[in-house]
């Protein structure tokens, strides 16, 4: 559950890693899009409601073994469509 202060906003990430997500995880990740890259790698882009909901999809790359190459914050969800 998500505890949101008033007036506290969404940012969109981009996240990279190494190797191709599992079609699985498209279950398992609301509201993000993961994108395969032909070079091998991944990205899942879209908002991340907290620093403790981005910790936790952190955790779930980490505990799939996947290797982490980027994450990158874009900017408040508002300024995207």
Known sequence: MNIRKEGSEDFIYKIKIEGQ???SWNNCI???DIIKVESGC?????PIADQSELHGLLNKIRDMN?????????GP?????
């Not at 996947?66 to 874009?74: A, F, G, M, Q, W």
Request: proline fraction near 8%; aromatic fraction near 8%.
């Open 21 to 23: 997500f599992p079609d």
């Open 30 to 32: 609301n509201n993000l």
């Open 42 to 46: 991944s990205t899942i882009q879209g």
């Open 66 to 74: 996947l290797k982490l190459i980027s994450v990158t914050r874009i």
């Open 77 to 81: 969800s508002n300024d995207f469509p």
